[in-house]
């Protein structure tokens, strides 16, 4: 089809259908009584066809009649040589991305410089002005400072006197604390009434002027680990019921201790776990990450 003489060169697209269609009655299967070279004429029509009815091909097909001598034997079609895309230029990309930093730079400096400036100008959480002391457990609190706290308690000393550093337990009082490990490095109050007491990573929690929650993510202060009863186990795992020795002695110190309402209750948190205690026994557990060894 592509050199037959019912088809001129440089054919449009209704002369090509036009003898599509008498090539294809003419050469069919269904009407040449399964002649194969008929059979083989119809599939080199059909492939003409294909290719002239493709603007892409058809222009290749054009320029080789322009080009290439003509000859009466068939000539398979020849892909067109596909333009070169032009060489990429590094440099420039490398110039855009410099230009995209330093416009997002000079966007996002003065955002970040505004969110530091309003988050200082926030009014915090806790009040450092007045503290509530308990002088009596159970009693009515007094405001004072963090300065006329400390001159009552130093008033109380001989010159020169370092309070001791002394373990301290869940339930101790407020001046109790403060005689075992000093003065903290800051005193905050929140509108609950909560004292917290920071010493550098380390956090202590009052509540109704006694340790509530011990909390330390670093430096550890001497929390009375020692007065739980040291009871020592050969088991690799615990369960309800174990003592919060044995606790301590599978999973270590907990970052935080915490009361609870219940007699002698107390809930350890660990990474991922925590384990509820009463009366030292383990009356339960989450053991979200799998990390407590515990038999289930």
């Excluded at 002649?35 to 599939?43: A, S, Y």
């Excluded at 294909?50 to 892409?56: A, G, R, S």
């Excluded at 966007?107 to 200082?120: E, H, M, R, Y």
Aim: charged share 25%.
């Amino acid at each position: 089809m592509l050199q037959n003489p019912e088809l001129p060169d440089f054919a449009g697209a209704d002369q090509i259908k036009a003898a599509y269609r008498r090539l294809a009655k003419r050469y069919h299967p269904d009407v040449n009584g399964g002649d194969k070279r008929l059979d083989e004429l119809f599939k080199q029509v059909q492939h003409a066809y294909d290719i002239l009815t493709d603007p892409y091909t058809k222009s290749a097909h054009d320029n080789r009649l322009r080009y290439v001598p003509p000859t009466t034997a068939y000539i398979p079609p020849q892909p067109a040589a596909k333009p070169q895309a032009p060489a990429y230029d590094y440099r420039a990309e490398r110039r855009f991305r410099w230009q995209a930093g330093a416009v997002l730079a000079a966007i996002l400096f003065p955002v970040i410089a505004l969110i530091i400036a309003t988050n200082q100008d926030e009014t915090p959480e806790y009040n450092i002005a007045l503290l509530t002391v308990y002088d009596q457990p159970g009693g009515a609190g007094r405001q004072v400072t963090l300065d006329e706290f400390l001159a009552e308690q130093l008033n109380k000393t001989q010159p020169g006197y370092e309070p001791p550093r002394n373990a301290f337990k869940l339930g101790d009082t407020f001046d109790s604390v403060l005689m075992k490990l000093g003065p903290p490095t800051s005193m905050l109050e929140n509108a609950s009434g909560e004292t917290l007491l920071k010493y550098g990573a380390t956090s202590i929690t009052l509540h109704d002027g006694r340790v509530w929650e011990y909390a330390h993510l670093g430096d550890s202060l001497n929390f009375a680990y020692t007065t739980y009863d040291r009871e020592k186990t050969a088991s690799t795992h615990f369960a309800a019921g174990a003592t919060r020795s044995v606790v301590l002695q599978l999973q270590g110190k907990p970052l935080i201790v915490r009361r609870t309402d219940v007699e002698g209750g107390e809930i350890w948190v660990y990474p991922g776990a925590t384990v509820s205690f009463a009366d030292d026994r383990v009356v339960g557990f989450a053991n979200d990450d799998g990390s407590l060894r515990v038999t289930e």
